[in-house]
């Protein structure tokens, strides 16, 4: 017992070389499989160093397509998407104060040209601003700025927002002079200082993407988004959130890029919806107007399905009236007049100065405001 416990105590205080006598040596197997180890290791590592100088490669590609095509843009192609981004943030974000009225004459001008057109939820706007663009489609409220009727019953309204819904042929034909931004969206977005921030960001699978979006673009998108970006307004409508409904929490730029759109939802209640157009050419809003649109009220009044209330309440036609200094009131109003060399019927647009408030129904005989 005693010889066994000395040998224990020098067991534990024996040097290096007394222990490696005690260790039993390394087979031939364990060899090969601490190689082959070793050998992986070696060759994941160089892998990786290979890959990232790849990426690292690819992105310097990707910018530098980039920049020689941003480089032929004319001045209105290389700033049409961030004036757009700006005007869409401030209707969002803008104190409902903000929502009064014109603060320029010239509207029914410049709606009978070339504009372009945006619509979302407030909360989408700031969240993921690509992902809005790419899900706004013209909708009823397109077709009442370009076509407003002269009657707001509740039947004309439904009769006519649902013989042309979203993506209808009657609603492109009626809208032909307005494009959705996603226009230019498509083949501008890859020129902008914002997408080579996220190019620069981006790991290997998001590079990818950023490549496919790059080369994706067809002649057909580019000729559009150029043409496009001639237009000389831009309207930008923000549903804003319904009593007690909250906005998602924030998270990564990646998951709110996959997060759906919440207007459909928005649309559902009663809310306040803001329109905005801006002349592009002076940079400056001539319409800005927040009404209350209510598709479950006319759902009831009218036995339609909701999401067919949704399309006319949006549609609904109203002249736009706005108080004026001196108690005037500014008065909007369209009529279908016939061409007298094409004899097709068309729409005007007209403003009328009235000193009472009209009432719907009446006719304004006051004369027209000059032209701008």
């Known amino acids: 017992?005693?010889?066994?416990?000395?040998?224990?105590?020098?067991?534990?205080n024996s040097p290096a070389a007394e222990i490696r006598r005690w260790r039993a040596p390394m087979t031939s197997t364990e060899r090969w499989v601490l190689g082959?180890?070793?050998?992986?290791?070696?060759?994941?590592?160089?892998?990786a160093a290979r890959g990232a100088l790849d990426v690292q490669a690819r992105r310097a590609a990707l910018l530098d397509k980039?920049?020689?095509?941003?480089?032929?843009?004319?001045?209105?192609?290389?700033?049409?998407?961030?004036?757009?981004?700006?005007?869409?943030?401030?209707t969002a974000t803008a104190d409902a104060?903000?929502?009064?009225?014109?603060?320029?004459?010239?509207?029914?001008?410049?709606?009978?040209?070339?504009?372009?057109?945006?619509?979302?939820?407030?909360?989408?706007?700031?969240?993921?601003?690509?992902?809005?663009?790419?899900?706004s489609v013209k909708d009823s409220v397109a077709l009442c700025l370009l076509s407003?009727?002269?009657?707001?019953?509740?039947?004309?309204?439904?009769?006519?927002?649902?013989?042309?819904?979203?993506?209808?042929?009657?609603l492109d034909d009626a809208t032909r002079r307005m494009?959705?931004?996603?226009?230019?969206?498509?083949?501008?977005?890859?020129?902008?200082?914002?997408?080579?921030?996220?190019?620069k960001a981006a790991d290997p699978i998001s590079l990818r993407a950023l490549e496919a979006e790059f080369a994706g673009r067809t002649e057909a998108e580019l000729a559009s988004a150029r043409g496009w970006s001639g237009a000389s307004y831009f309207v930008a409508v923000v549903d804003e959130l319904p009593e007690g409904m909250q906005a998602p929490e924030a998270g990564s730029t990646l998951a709110a890029s996959f997060r759906t759109s919440m207007l459909p939802d928005v649309?559902?209640?009663?809310?306040?919806?803001?329109?905005?157009?801006?002349?592009?050419?002076?940079?400056?809003?001539v319409l800005r107007v927040r009404q209350r649109v209510d598709a479950p009220a006319l759902?009831?009044?009218?036995?339609?399905?909701?999401?067919?209330?949704?399309?006319?309440?949006?549609?609904?036609?109203?002249?736009?009236?706005?108080?004026?200094?001196?108690g005037f009131w500014v008065v909007y109003r369209s009529a279908r007049k016939m061409h007298r060399k094409t004899g097709r019927q068309e729409d005007h647009l007209s403003f009328f100065l009235s000193s009472r408030l009209p009432v719907q129904g009446v006719r304004v005989t006051t004369a027209a405001l000059p032209a701008h």
Request: charge should be negative; aromatic fraction near 6%; avoid cysteine.
């Open 148 to 170: 407003p009727l002269s009657s707001g019953g509740d039947v004309e309204v439904a009769v006519t927002a649902l013989h042309a819904r979203p993506g209808s042929r009657e």
């Open 179 to 199: 494009a959705r931004l996603e226009g230019v969206q498509r083949g501008f977005r890859v020129l902008g200082e914002g997408w080579a921030d996220e190019v």
């Open 299 to 326: 759902s009831a009044r009218t036995g339609l399905a909701l999401d067919d209330a949704i399309l006319a309440a949006d549609w609904r036609p109203r002249r736009l009236r706005f108080q004026m200094p001196g």
């Open 97 to 135: 104060s903000a929502f009064t009225g014109p603060t320029q004459a010239g509207l029914g001008v410049l709606l009978n040209r070339n504009g372009l057109y945006f619509r979302a939820a407030a909360p989408d706007v700031t969240r993921s601003m690509p992902e809005a663009i790419r899900s």
């Open 1 to 12: 017992m005693e010889t066994a416990l000395e040998n224990v105590a020098i067991d534990l």
């Open 36 to 47: 082959a180890v070793g050998a992986l290791g070696v060759l994941f590592g160089l892998n």
């Open 267 to 285: 649309q559902k209640n009663a809310h306040e919806v803001r329109v905005a157009v801006f002349d592009i050419e002076t940079k400056a809003p």
């Open 66 to 90: 980039s920049t020689a095509e941003a480089a032929t843009q004319s001045p209105r192609e290389a700033e049409i998407l961030d004036l757009t981004r700006r005007w869409m943030v401030e």
